[in-house]
């Protein structure tokens, strides 16, 4: 049995805890999923114990507690070295990292516009200045990497990293709310959503049932 425990909140929403876990399913880590729904009477109480203002996700190794989706992918790259969270020279792993950074640091409007919801699909959205040019920025980051990288794999660095699990839930967004895309963008997307752990991941949220306003 494993000693890691991934606590996270409702697949449908909660777009933070994708991130870690299908790093984890990636590199088909062995570890417990203890999914607590979100904004329920319960949540705060169960996670009460966990040191992390009451936020999703928390990786539990045995006793020791990481909270943060940053700060638990870190943790398992160092964890798990042999997965390489992060690209070997240290030029592409800074960039990496920079773009990581801007992931859970920035894009406030897209992300407020565009909540992560799995069961949904948006006919037609109309979007503020703010969340365009979000979605620019990103796509423009994906595609600077893609184009640098195409020969190295499919993965915005070549191979599979921790940047790819960062991003995982816009391209989940992307689909959601048809945001139109450039081909490189649409094939990278296409390639996420061709991996059997993001396929299971957004099956599983399109068969929850709890319902949270805000974020339909
Ligand atoms: N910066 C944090 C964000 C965590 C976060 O906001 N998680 C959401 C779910 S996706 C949450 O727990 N929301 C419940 C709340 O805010 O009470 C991270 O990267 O883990």
């Known amino acids: 049995m494993s000693d890691l425990t991934l606590i996270i909140g409702n697949k449908n929403y909660s777009s933070w805890s994708l991130r870690p876990w299908f ?14 729904p979100l904004f329920t009477e319960t949540t705060n ?13 928390v990786l539990l190794d045995g006793e020791f507690i990481v909270w943060d ?6 943790y398992l ?36 516009e ?6 949904k699909t948006f006919a037609s959205i109309k979007l503020s200045n703010d969340a365009s040019k979000d979605i ?26 921790i940047a790819d699990a960062m991003y995982a839930p816009v391209v989940l967004r992307f689909k ?13 997307c296409d390639h996420v959503f061709s991996h059997k752990a993001f396929i299971k991941w957004y099956e599983s949220g399109k068969q929850e049932s709890e319902i949270i306003n805000a974020m339909e």
């Open 69 to 74: 989706s940053m700060a638990i992918l870190e």
């Open 176 to 188: 959601g709310y048809g945001i139109a895309l450039n081909e490189v963008e649409q094939k990278y």
């Open 77 to 112: 790259a160092e964890k798990f070295p042999q997965h390489k969270g992060w690209p070997e020279n240290s030029e592409d792993r800074a960039m990496a990292r920079s773009m990581c950074a801007e992931m859970h640091s920035s894009f406030t409007a897209m992300r407020d």
């Open 23 to 36: 790093w984890m399913k990636y590199h088909n880590i062995d570890f417990e999923e203890k999914r607590i």
């Open 114 to 119: 565009l909540p992560m919801n799995c069961r």
């Open 136 to 161: 620019e920025r990103i796509t423009a980051l994906w595609r600077y990497f893609r184009k640098r990288y195409v020969d190295k794999g499919p993965w915005l660095f070549g191979h599979f990293s």
């Open 45 to 57: 109480t169960q996670l009460e114990n966990y040191y992390s203002n009451y936020k999703v996700p």
